[in-house]
């Protein structure tokens, strides 16, 4: 099955610096995946979401994805306190279930 | 736009009782699911419903019951309550089943066994 593995396990930045979060996942016939952020006490929602190898820019957050060494990122530009949430890589196949890895916890310092 | 609505929002139980979590979305989508999310461990499918008369079950199946009443609600039951099930029960629904579209999430139910 699907393994999806997310480091660091918590990441803490300055205002406006750079927040870097990585996924790894074990089958490069992966189809698609997501970011989901989670704020406490709520549900996850999804962020960015990338299909093909090389990157995807959307506001403040890109995303790389190299399928060759089994590995994305997430790279969220100008950190806002209200960026402090839980960040959640998510792995899809094809018509199978969403696998999710553990979290990544960010804390923005103002 | 839509909504998910989770109820109730606490649900303290006795072990052994057994405890049922409500789940009402209003995308019209097609599929819902039943996730559980434990601390450091992520998000795990319990169960999921393709269409509204459709059940399948996630890797996290034993101990639950889930039922699919109508296309626009899904319900999960805890059969027997165990003190290690202290967890956050995530609902979620989707245009379609595959993973190629948005999963959308409800708040959660976050259940207490006493």
């Known amino acids: 099955q699907e393994k999806v593995q997310q480091s660091p396990e918590s990441l803490i930045v300055p205002e406006g610096a750079m927040s870097s979060l990585n996924c790894t996942f074990s089958n490069s016939a992966s189809q698609s995946i997501w970011w989901y952020q989670q704020h406490p006490g709520k549900g996850p929602e999804a962020l960015i979401s990338i299909f093909s190898n090389g990157n995807k820019k959307e506001g403040r957050l890109t995303v790389y994805l190299n399928r060759a060494s089994l590995h994305v990122s997430l790279h969220i530009r100008d950190s806002q306190p209200s960026d402090s949430a839980v960040y959640l890589c998510a792995v899809n196949q094809g018509g199978r279930a969403l696998i999710f890895g553990t979290g990544t916890t960010v804390s923005v310092s103002p | 736009g839509g909504i998910i609505t989770q109820t109730p929002k606490f649900l303290i139980g006795q072990e052994g009782q057994k405890l049922t979590l409500k789940c009402q979305q209003n995308?019209?989508?097609?599929?819902m699911y039943w996730y559980r999310q434990d601390s450091g461990k992520g998000l795990r499918l319990i169960y999921y419903?393709?269409?509204?008369?459709?059940?399948q079950k996630g890797d996290l199946s034993e101990g639950y019951d889930a039922s699919r009443e109508k296309k626009s609600s899904f319900s999960l039951t805890v059969t027997s309550a165990q003190k290690n099930e202290m967890a956050v029960f995530l609902c979620?629904?989707?245009?379609?089943?595959?993973?190629?579209?948005?999963?959308?999430f409800g708040p959660g139910t976050r259940l207490l066994v006493l």
């Open positions: 979620a629904s989707s245009i379609h089943w595959g993973g190629a579209g948005t999963q959308y």
């Open positions: 419903s393709i269409t509204e008369n459709d059940l």
């Open positions: 995308f019209n989508h097609d599929t």
